[in-house]
């Protein structure tokens, strides 16, 4: 437990460090809209993300990242330091916060949400994909860097989530002696705090879309509760796009039309398609500040933003390549390169289709029928009732949203515009691509919130008055409703062991046996695809191990396939 705690204190310094320096320079004369906890977190990430993938490039993620890291941001603390008491400048921590004054109940919500989210954390990784890739990413990462062809090694580790880099730089095994995997419980905390913070349930201005959207971020966390202590993937990409699409709800609803706010959301955007790529349909949003650029005629806009997106992208790009050979995997749309390092294109088509097949609850390839009768009714069937219940909403609410699409539209209220049409494109996205509630389940919340939300503030179609005050006991009814089982987590204390107070438990490890491959051994799992962390290197793809060529003397210079 105070590793975890540990774990987080630096995560959160080091992301306020670099991340109000970034928003405090590029948008100095936009404090008082930007300059929150909030904006300097999710920036601080991105950017450490961007650095740990740039990083990975020449060597490993591990002591010397992190001291380069930390040595940078002391300058950074002692620049402030230096100019708000030796200067006598005044320079706020938070000048958008000036004179905000949080109620007891929120700081009571966020002591709480602290306790019970640390406990989630300190506990083994649970989610399956962490035994099966997930672990063995990360160890790449904090080992290599970034290899050569590593998906013929293992298929699952051409996914290439900047996540893997970003938690590598905070696992700190090079300090503590154990690789953590605290990241996603961090995400969630902050998710939790920018929530309770924030979050109006009552009041004339409440219950809008935004509040609805930071009421289904709370659901989604502890919706997740079991996998905070995992690596994967899902929880910083879906959490990424909770927060753009709030962000973005909350400026429309201020009547904001600065494209510059808007444009680093879609920054924002660029980056959750690096952690995942289902999240590339928000990348839409950029329309609309392209859209005000262009009114405004402020070509240099235009260009620092794609700037910025292109030096978010970049890395991830080129560890894409360096892992698979493909631009993006695994998609064979966009083929430009032809290293010898390259992945079997069958290869490729297999796991492509393993995805559809799995979030589709399909079995074999024989059962595979891409037409939507032949798919949708068993998809449907298989989901259980609270899952179809959601999809039947998300069904009802589709019509009503493109109503107030075109409404919206019609008015000129771009910005309502691209946020409905985003919600809608990233439920189509995930439909068509790998619909499992896994993956995308809340971008059906997302649609009934915006749905509900848009109505309580048009007063359309009942709800004023009576609604609104259903809608609010709905909205708590449901937040209790999850709440209680995320609490329930403080009477498994007396259970726990004396050493989980001090350290986090160590990834899983299940039996495993080494398999030879010319010079090299590598670990492949004695039943199932499951192996861990510490059975390194490792693959439970046995077609692949059984094609595996080295391209050197040693696994620094990657892997072929025969």
């Given at each position: 437990?105070?590793t975890?705690l540990?774990s987080?204190?630096v995560i959160c310094?080091?992301?306020l460090?670099?991340?109000?320096?970034?928003?405090d320079?590029?948008y100095k004369?936009?404090?008082?809209?930007m300059?929150r906890p909030?904006?300097?977190?999710v920036?601080g990430?991105l950017?450490l993300n961007?650095y740990a993938q740039?990083?990975?490039l020449?060597y490993?993620?591990a002591?010397?990242?992190c001291?380069?890291?930390?040595?940078?941001?002391?300058i950074?603390?002692?620049?402030?330091l230096?100019?708000?008491?030796?200067r006598?400048k005044?320079i706020?921590?938070f000048?958008?916060c000036a004179?905000?004054?949080?109620?007891?109940?929120?700081?009571l919500?966020?002591?709480?949400c602290?306790l019970l989210t640390?406990l989630w954390?300190t506990q083994?990784?649970?989610?399956y994909d962490?035994?099966?890739?997930?672990?063995?990413?990360?160890?790449?990462?904090e080992?290599?860097g970034v290899?050569?062809?590593l998906?013929?090694?293992?298929m699952?580790?051409?996914y290439n989530s900047a996540?893997?880099?970003?938690?590598a730089l905070f696992s700190?095994?090079?300090?503590l002696g154990?690789?953590l995997h605290?990241?996603?419980g961090f995400f969630?905390?902050?998710?939790?705090?920018y929530?309770a913070?924030?979050?109006r349930l009552w009041?004339?201005?409440?219950l809008?879309?935004?509040?609805?959207?930071?009421?289904?971020?709370?659901?989604?966390?502890m919706?997740?509760s079991?996998d905070l202590?995992?690596s994967?993937?899902?929880i910083e990409?879906?959490?990424?796009?909770l927060y753009?699409l709030?962000?973005?709800?909350g400026?429309?609803?201020?009547?904001?039309?600065?494209?510059?706010?808007y444009?680093f959301?879609?920054?924002?955007?660029?980056?959750?398609?690096?952690?995942?790529?289902?999240?590339?349909?928000?990348?839409?949003?950029?329309?609309y500040?392209?859209?005000?650029?262009?009114k405004e005629?402020?070509?240099k806009?235009?260009?620092?933003h794609v700037a910025?997106?292109?030096?978010v992208l970049?890395?991830w790009?080129i560890r894409?390549?360096?892992?698979s050979?493909?631009?993006?995997?695994?998609y064979?749309?966009i083929?430009l390169?032809h290293?010898?390092?390259k992945?079997d294109a069958a290869?490729?088509?297999?796991d492509?289709?393993d995805?559809?097949m799995?979030?589709?609850?399909?079995?074999s390839?024989?059962e595979y029928?891409?037409?939507?009768?032949?798919w949708?009714?068993g998809?449907f069937l298989s989901?259980?009732?609270?899952?179809?219940?959601v999809?039947?909403?998300g069904?009802i609410c589709?019509p009503?949203l493109?109503?107030?699409?075109?409404r919206s539209?019609r008015k000129?209220?771009?910005?309502?515009?691209?946020?409905?049409s985003?919600?809608?494109?990233?439920l189509a996205?995930?439909?068509?691509?790998?619909p499992?509630m896994?993956y995308g389940?809340?971008?059906?919340?997302?649609?009934?919130v915006m749905?509900?939300?848009?109505?309580?503030?048009s007063g359309?179609m009942?709800f004023s008055?009576?609604g609104?005050?259903?809608l609010?006991?709905?909205?708590?009814?449901?937040l209790l409703?999850?709440?209680?089982?995320?609490?329930?987590?403080?009477?498994e204390?007396?259970?726990?062991e004396?050493k989980a107070?001090?350290?986090?438990p160590?990834?899983l490890a299940?039996p495993?046996?080494?398999y030879?491959v010319?010079n090299v051994?590598?670990w492949?799992?004695d039943e199932?695809d499951?192996?861990?962390y510490?059975a390194?290197p490792?693959?439970s793809?046995k077609?692949?191990?059984?094609?595996?060529?080295?391209?050197g003397?040693s696994?620094?210079?990657g892997?072929?396939?025969?």
């Open positions: 437990m105070l975890v540990f987080w204190v310094a080091a992301s460090l670099f991340g109000k320096a970034i928003v320079s590029v004369n936009r404090l008082e809209t300059g909030d904006v300097y977190i920036t990430i950017f961007v740039f990083f990975s020449f490993k993620v002591g010397i990242a001291t380069i890291l930390g040595a940078a941001g002391m950074l603390f002692f620049i402030w230096y100019r708000r008491f030796y006598k005044d706020r921590l000048p958008g004179g905000v004054k949080p109620s007891p109940w929120r700081i919500a966020v002591v709480l602290f640390l954390t083994s990784p649970g989610q962490t035994g099966l890739y997930h672990a063995q990413a990360i160890r790449w990462v080992e290599y290899v050569p062809g998906g013929n090694l293992h699952r580790l051409a996540f893997m880099c970003l938690q700190l095994g090079w300090l154990q690789s605290s990241l996603n969630c905390l902050a998710a939790l705090v929530a913070f924030t979050v009041g004339e201005k409440s809008r879309v935004s509040d609805l959207l930071q009421c289904v971020t709370v659901v989604y966390v919706q997740k079991y202590a995992s994967g993937t899902d990409a879906m959490l990424l796009i753009i709030t962000k973005w709800a400026f429309w609803e201020e009547g904001e039309k600065d494209g510059a706010l444009g959301l879609c920054v924002l955007s660029v980056y959750a398609v690096t952690v995942k790529l289902s999240a590339a349909s928000t990348v839409l949003l950029a329309l500040p392209l859209y005000l650029f262009i005629k402020n070509g806009a235009v260009t620092a910025a997106g292109v030096f970049a890395p790009l894409n390549v360096i892992i050979g493909y631009v993006v995997y695994p064979a749309g083929d390169f290293p010898d390092w992945m290869v490729l088509y297999e492509s289709l995805i559809k799995f979030a589709r609850g399909l079995r390839a024989a029928d891409n037409s939507l009768t032949g949708v009714p998809w989901q259980n009732m609270g899952n179809r219940i999809l039947l909403a069904v589709i009503v493109l109503y107030l699409l075109v539209f000129r209220e771009y910005a309502l515009t691209a946020l409905i985003a919600g809608l494109v990233n996205f995930w439909f068509f691509s790998a499992h896994r389940g809340p971008y059906i919340y997302i649609l009934v749905t509900l939300g848009t109505l309580a503030g359309r009942g008055g009576a609104i005050k259903i609010r006991i709905a909205a708590v009814a449901v409703f999850y709440a209680l089982p995320y609490g329930w987590k403080v009477t204390i007396p259970q726990m004396a107070f001090i350290r986090q160590d990834y299940w495993a046996t080494q030879p010319e051994h590598i492949m799992p199932g499951l192996i861990g510490f390194f490792a693959t793809q077609k692949q191990l059984e094609t595996l060529v080295l391209r003397e696994f620094k210079e892997f072929q396939h025969e």
